[in-house]
């Protein structure tokens, strides 16, 4: 810092001049929001410690309800190790309070996981819709990476509608719209929390693909379904034809007749599955089942829920220049 002297006093060069910050200034509005919301999800997020078959494990939970229920990435608590009666981790909060707690279900297909505390916990996060997300918003991450307890990062959705493919035993699935966010996410933040600017909890931290990028597993509809089913039942169940398939361009006479441009090419029959009993082939081109458009393998993928296991479902296909109809019944998918 230079200073030059002029009547025994010292005058600073304004650009040199130093602006500390001082306790009683006020905080821009980008720092204002991230405290806030810090503030707010901090208290409501625990670091998990599990021992699995592995060693012992680390990751995040957040609390969304009253009563001690807390959400978690499934692949955070697989393989844990518990029976009589023992307790299957440990989870910490922010505040110092620790409690033990149980996998009440887990469904690795969606990389989702509810646990239950044994006790009372910190107050609950509020559950938000990541439908209404839009790219460039502001959100904020809040887990334990490395074992850091109560560590905020923040950054703006980098993108929306990503998929992540999933796997249990044999069968695979593709999670659908999950956000990509540039917030920094590193080992351990699996299970946090991703919160907006009104510290609402629209994202399960779940991976992180690479420097400078994370994703989460959206808080929607089909994500509340889930969290239902695995409090209610332990488990989700799915409907399973035996099929995989890639989004191809319809022919220009079959998309004018369908009024869609797109269709999904079955790429594998697997033997012995409701769909080859009933009749489909590689090559056949799905258009639609049960009159709902089928544009994308999510499309099928979305349409077999626990309703259709069991019921009789039509399929119509695009095969050798023919529009032709498949009744299919779908049984039980079993992930073991």
């Known amino acids: 810092m230079h200073a030059r002297m002029r009547s025994g006093r010292v005058r600073m060069h304004a650009s040199d001049e130093e602006y500390p910050h001082r306790p009683d200034e006020p905080l821009d509005a980008y720092s204002t929001i991230v405290t806030q919301v810090a503030a707010a999800l901090t208290p409501s997020v625990a670091s998990l410690r599990v021992r699995t078959r592995r060693g012992a494990g680390a990751g995040s939970a957040v609390v969304f309800t009253d009563d001690g229920f807390l959400l978690t990435s499934a692949h955070v608590v697989e ?21 033990e707690f149980d996998v009440v279900g887990a469904d690795p297909l969606s990389d989702l996981a509810v646990l239950r505390a044994r006790g009372a916990t910190p107050r609950a ?17 809040v887990g334990n990476p490395l074992g850091l307890t109560g560590s905020v990062t923040a950054g703006v959705v980098s993108a929306l509608g990503r998929s992540l493919p999933t796997r249990a035993g044999s069968a695979v699935r593709v999670v659908d719209e999950v956000i990509q966010t540039d917030a920094a996410l590193n080992p351990g933040n699996s299970g946090g929390a991703l919160g907006t600017a009104d510290a609402r909890v629209v994202g399960i931290n779940t991976a992180v693909a690479g420097v400078g990028l994370g994703l989460a597993i959206p808080v929607n509809a089909a994500t509340r379904k889930i969290l239902a089913a695995l409090m ?9 034809l035996g099929v995989a398939g890639v989004r191809v361009p319809l022919p220009p006479a079959v998309a004018e007749r369908t009024g869609q441009s797109h269709g999904v090419r079955l790429a594998e029959v697997v033997v012995d599955s409701p769909a080859g009993g009933a009749g489909l082939f ?44 498949v009744i299919v019944v779908p049984r039980e998918l079993v992930t073991t």
């Open 125 to 141: 996060a509020v559950l938000g819709d990541a439908a209404g997300l839009r790219v460039g918003q502001l959100v904020v991450a």
């Open 282 to 325: 590689t090559g056949d081109l799905v258009l639609s089942m049960d009159r709902a458009p089928i544009v994308t393998p999510s499309d099928l993928q979305r349409l077999l829920t626990e309703a259709t296991i069991g019921r009789a479902v039509e399929l119509t296909v695009w095969r050798r220049g023919a529009m032709v109809d």
């Open 232 to 240: 209610r039942y332990g488990r989700v169940r799915r409907a399973y």
């Open 79 to 99: 393989g844990l190790l518990g029976g009589g009666g023992a307790a299957v981790g440990l989870a910490q909060f922010a505040d110092g309070t620790e409690r």
